[in-house]
Each structure stands twice: as C-alpha cells, then as structure tokens.
C-alpha cells in the first residue's frame, strides 16, 4: 500500500493531516468555564496548584512548579543549578532549539557533544569521551568544591543537559553517573517525553531537575506551558518563588528580594491541562497502537521505523522514520507534503546555526547522519 494512502486509512479521511494536534475530548470546556467563572484566569488560583500536584503523583517526582512554557522552566532550572555567565553546559546538538537558547539566556556556552544512533538523545560514552579527554577536575579556591574545568577554555562546566528525544529516553543512569563523578549537575530535557520511562522510572527524575513541556503540538496540551519536577524541596521552593517575580508575601505592599520572572502558568491554561492529564492513559494507549502501525507498515520496506530504545517505555510522541540517505529523506518530504500529509525533518543542527556556530563540538558522526536521515510523520491520536 502507498504511504499516504496507508495514513488517509489511520486517520480516515482524505484532507490534509497535520503532524501532531491536539485532541480535547475530556473536561478541558468544563474546567476552562470553571476557571472563567471563579475569574481566577492568571497566575493564581486551584488548577495551578491542582495540575503541579497532579503531574507530582503521574512522574513521581516530589515537587512540580508551573511555568508559562518549556523553554522558561528550563532556563530557570539551569539557573537554580548554579550555572552562571561565562560558564559553560554540555548538550546534544541534535535538539529542539529550546535547549540550546535556554542555556544562553544564562550567559552559560553551550558544548555539543554526539547522541546514540537507537535513542537520538545524548550518548553517556560521547560524554565520558570527552569528559576524560578535554577536561580535568579542580578544587574551587573560593568554595573548597571540586569542579570540572573545559582544558581548552579554562570554563567550569557547571551542568550537563540531555534532551529525550521525540519522548525516547536516552541512557540517562549512566549519563547520571558520569555526572556524579564529575560533580556537574544533571538538568534532563524532557519537553518530549511526558509519559516515558527508563528503567520504570518517568523521565526527568533523574537528575537534579528536569523539564516538561505543554505546547499546543505535545502529548498533552495547556496551550503554552511547562514544568520543572524536582525531588528538592528547597529548589521547587525557590522555582515558584523566581517565577513569580520573586514577590516577598506581604497583605498590601510590594516587596521584592531577587531578580525575577514573570514565568508563572495561568490557571486558565492549568485547566485544560488538568482536564488533558486525565486522558493520559487514553492518549499513550493510542500512540502505541499507531506506533504498532507504523512499525508494521514499514518492517518490509528500506524505510527503518524509530521505535523505543532498550529498556525504555516511550510515549511515541513524535513517530519518526530514517530514509537512506539526505536525498531520499528530501524525497520522502517532497512527495508527503505535496499530497497533503505533513511531514518535518528532524531539526538542523545546533552548531550549524549561526549563533552557536563557534561553540565547542566533540565527534557529532551520529548527529550528523540523523539530520541527514530522520522525518517525522503524523503522529495525531487517532
């Protein structure tokens, strides 16, 4: 069977098929009426403080703090992690750009180093690469700390960040280890990967923090929205604090005491995500059983389906394929996209961009032949 004719029978029409869009088919009208009508619809109010509790108990993390996207509860996270201006955080330069401007809105440099072939997120034996060979261990005169300096640029490398790609995790215990040994903290992208587990626990607890997002094209949606999760109660403290442009509690006065953001959650948005996190279960069950589909339509093909990594449990947010070859990819979108199935490649490389094109890259032969390779395809719950 053709591929678009094989998508137009999942999806059981002929029109145009968007890569991924959302599905309300729960109480996201009730809850969003509720908020309208308590007319508590910013930064305060129940369903904030419901869905923090909620996406708490679903991940297994102690703590969850709210923020107005992914990107923000990133850039907070790193900043609640010690990283500073000048400093540098060791990514994968196969991501979502997010990572990479998260990090420069630190003043921090991003350094890329490769990503494994099965899971597409950061490789632990790229890290322990170039950990052993480009940086060398200090202890800091100023706090008696030990510290990993880059031999090259003399900087500190205050964190490491992996980003679970299209929600397959990525050897994130062993990545973990290497940065115990190496006292880096340890700030898990996982925007992707709400509902995915390593080793039967969710991603983004492993670390020190980690990061969820809830835009309109993720597994579930608040619209704009994102989570850091955290099993330290005085950074998850802090979290709420800094996203609420650090205003001192007072009955009538405003007091300030850091520099602060206005990076908190609506509760209008924190509605429909309670509402989308009741279907939960609903929604990865579907995107298995599109995942089972697609696995099966392409096993007699040249076409390799992406499916979960070993021990892992993926949510298949994003399903992706990998062509042969860049030609054959371009092909494959061309013909996809002229026939009213929307596909994307995987995204351009971070060290190609020209912002970041003079930061640090270690032996990305892997990156490199999955930006050549890889297309997602529809990835709707059907």
């Known amino acids: 069977m053709d591929f678009i004719q094989f998508i137009q029978n999942i999806y ?8 991924h869009e959302p599905r309300f088919r729960g109480n996201e009208k009730k809850y969003i009426n509720d908020c309208i009508d308590s007319t508590f619809v910013s930064s305060v109010g129940k369903y904030v403080d419901q869905f923090e509790k909620d996406i708490a108990l679903y991940t297994g993390a102690k703590y969850a703090v709210a923020a107005v996207n992914g990107t923000a509860a990133l850039h907070i996270a790193l900043m609640l992690a010690g990283v500073k201006a000048d400093e540098e955080v060791i990514t994968q330069p196969l991501t979502f ?5 998260a990090i420069s809105y630190t003043g921090a440099k991003p350094v890329f180093v490769d990503v494994d072939r099965d899971t597409m997120g950061l490789s632990p034996n790229s890290l322990r690469d170039f950990l052993e060979n480009e940086t060398t261990k200090l202890i800091n005169p100023s706090t008696n700390k030990p510290s990993t300096i880059n031999k090259k640029t003399g900087r500190r490398i205050a964190a490491v960040v992996p980003m679970h790609t299209f929600g397959h995790p990525a050897r994130i215990d062993e990545i973990k280890i290497l940065c115990d040994e190496y006292h ?17 626990q969710h991603t983004g607890t492993f670390g020190l923090m980690g990061t969820l997002s809830f835009n309109g094209n993720k597994t579930i949606t608040t619209g704009g929205g994102g989570m850091i999760i955290t099993n330290d109660e005085k950074l998850a403290k802090m979290a709420k604090h800094l996203t609420t442009q650090a205003k001192v509690p007072h009955a009538w006065e405003y007091r300030h005491d850091y520099i602060g953001y ?13 509402a989308q996190l009741e279907q939960l279960p609903e929604i990865l069950k579907s995107k298995r059983e599109l995942a089972s589909q697609y696995k099966a339509f392409f096993a007699e093909s040249e ?10 449990q993926s949510n298949y947010w994003l399903n992706a394929v990998l062509l042969e070859n860049r030609d054959e990819r371009d092909k494959f979108l061309k013909y996809t996209n002229e026939n ?21 890259v270690e032996n990305i032969e892997n990156s490199e032949l999955l930006a050549d390779r890889v297309v997602n395809i529809p990835s709707s719950v059907i």
């Open 12 to 19: 059981r029409t002929t029109d145009f098929i968007p890569l």
């Open 97 to 101: 750009i997010a990572t990479a401007n």
């Open 184 to 200: 880096i903290a340890l700030i898990e992208d996982a925007a992707e990967s709400l509902g995915s587990f390593y080793k039967g």
């Open 262 to 274: 206005n990076y908190r959650l609506t509760n209008l948005a924190a509605a429909l995500g309670v």
């Open 303 to 312: 076409i390799q389906f992406a499916t979960e990594p070993e021990n892992s």
């Open 340 to 360: 009213g199935v929307m596909t994307r490649p995987i995204w351009e490389l971070m060290n190609r961009l020209p912002m970041f094109k003079d930061c640090q």
